[in-house]
């Protein structure tokens, strides 16, 4: 110790004040256990982690100095990933024109309080699955309790929200997508589970290896949320729409649209879509409002998601005989399955998001709203309705009280998002974080030397509606 070099001490001082400060905020004091390897690491120096260092071998030296650096870096990115935030790419179109496919977040879990990690031993820099050898990139042994760290602030309406797919707790390993629920109420659990060529394994998957998912906050704990014509009201009361909020639309444009006059509208290559016209829907055509030409042809007609600025745009053009907003014709379940009998996308509910402490009667109606949340969410796996009685952990339950709070989410894109819509609430254990800035993005229908890197995007506000 008298040989120790007083920068040494000065470094280990900082660094054991930032491992105290971040003990007391984790709340585990036990913790500290570890104090005495950090002193032992930056002064003692008695457990030989260095012993690379007076090796003879110059091979030896050079490549534990690389796997040294590696290990230090991986431990440093683990814990900013875990407490700090992390990147996060957008891999869908549901919440354009706020954010578009090809950026690329940085997503604050301090925003809202980060979660101790639940599967604490796993690769930092992916979710669930190792590239290349497909298998998974934890373990589920030690496996920790749910437990949020103090935070700046809580979900509140209108944020976007990265968390965890409440519906992904179980997956098939070849189909992601649909989901494992979606896919047996397809096809049914028998054929799901017994074509492994098709479908793999079926597995489960803990809170925190579930996929990411970012939609925007509509409906916090405790409140009721209707949907009349795509129009969200809480409580009864309609509340502001986000100014990128889109819904799809037909159109018609005299001679068509070229690329260029698609790229000015701002709409993507993936929702640029033509709709196929037969001469027997021609009367059907007209009566919608739509023009047809005096030879008997049809002007092209088309289908895309628009923003009101975008249609206002489109109204404007004097070659654009008419622009319709597309009726909603669901053609699969709505959540929740079993009480949402005549429920679409466009008119939705009403139907109330639980709270934590809250307590709601046990009914078969209320049983099929908030089957998943007792059961899947909850930890009540024994639980079931037989004969008209609800059973908690096997026991007849008139009650039931919610042990946390659950948010109902949505994309911006209201006619292209699977969100809270299909299959359910994000329960408070499943939020990641929020989304900062856009660290840069690319537009995947370009080449990265033709417009590919958006440079007008390069640390924007990720949430332009909550600046």
């Known amino acids: 110790m008298r040989e120790t070099k ?26 500290l256990i570890f104090l005495p390897l950090l002193f032992d690491i930056y002064i003692t120096g008695y457990i030989p982690f260095t012993w690379w260092k007076k090796s003879k071998s110059k091979s030896v030296r050079a490549v534990m100095s690389w796997v040294d650096a590696i290990v230090y870096a991986l431990i440093l990115v683990y814990f900013i ?11 869908s179109s549901s919440l354009e024109k706020s954010l578009l496919v090809g950026d690329y977040l940085w997503v604050n879990k301090m925003a809202y309080g980060p979660r101790v990690p639940m599967t604490p031993v796993h690769f930092p820099l992916v979710q669930n699955t190792l590239p290349v050898i497909n298998t998974k990139s934890y373990t589920e042994w030690p496996k920790w309790g749910y437990k949020r760290l103090k935070g700046l602030g809580k979900v509140e309406r209108g944020d976007i929200v990265v968390f965890n ?6 997956v098939t390993t070849k189909v992601t997508n649909p989901d494992y629920y979606t896919l047996v109420e397809m096809l049914g ?5 017994n074509n492994k060529e098709q479908f793999g394994d079926v597995i489960y998957r803990p809170v925190d290896r579930r996929e ?38 037909f159109f018609q444009v005299r001679g068509g649209l070229t690329p260029d006059d698609w790229e000015r509208l701002g709409i993507s290559v993936a929702d640029r879509n033509q709709v196929p016209v037969n001469p027997a829907d021609i009367a059907n055509i007209t009566a919608l409002g739509f023009s ?7 002007p092209p007609i088309y289908v895309a998601p628009l923003t009101p600025a975008m249609k206002s745009a489109l109204e404007a053009d004097n070659r654009v005989t008419k622009v319709m907003k597309v009726p909603a014709s669901e053609q699969v379940a709505m959540f929740p399955a079993g009480a949402s009998e005549g429920w679409t996308r466009a008119d939705y509910g009403e139907l109330w998001i639980p709270a934590k402490g809250t307590t709601i009667d046990l009914t078969p109606r209320t049983w099929a709203m908030y089957e998943r949340c007792i059961r899947n969410y909850e930890g009540h796996d024994d639980a079931y309705i037989k004969d008209g009685t609800v059973y908690i952990d096997g026991k007849p339950a008139k009650t039931y009280t919610f042990g ?23 329960p408070e254990d499943h939020i990641v974080g929020k989304p900062w800035r856009v660290i840069v993005s690319f537009d995947k229908d370009k080449s990265i030397f ?15 509606d909550k600046q």
Request: no cysteine.
């Open 6 to 31: 007083t920068t040494r001490w000065i470094r280990f001082t900082i660094v054991a004040l930032i491992f105290i400060a971040w003990v007391a905020w984790l709340g585990s004091w036990w913790v």
């Open 81 to 91: 990933f875990t407490f700090v935030g992390q990147n996060y790419q957008i891999p």
């Open 165 to 170: 797919f409440p519906a992904g707790d179980t």
């Open 189 to 193: 659990r028998f054929a799901v589970h």
């Open 212 to 249: 990411n998912y970012v939609k925007r906050a509509v409906g916090l704990p405790g409140e009721r949320i209707k949907i009349v014509d795509g129009v969200i009201y809480i409580n009864g009361e309609a509340i502001e729409q986000p100014e990128n909020v889109q819904f799809n639309h």
């Open 292 to 298: 047809v030409n005096p030879d008997g042809t049809v």
């Open 404 to 426: 946390m709070d659950y948010y109902f989410m949505m994309g911006d894109n209201r006619d292209n998002s699977l969100d809270s819509r299909y299959w359910g609430f994000v």
């Open 450 to 464: 033709n417009g590919g890197i958006r440079w007008n995007r390069i640390l924007k506000a990720a949430n332009p």
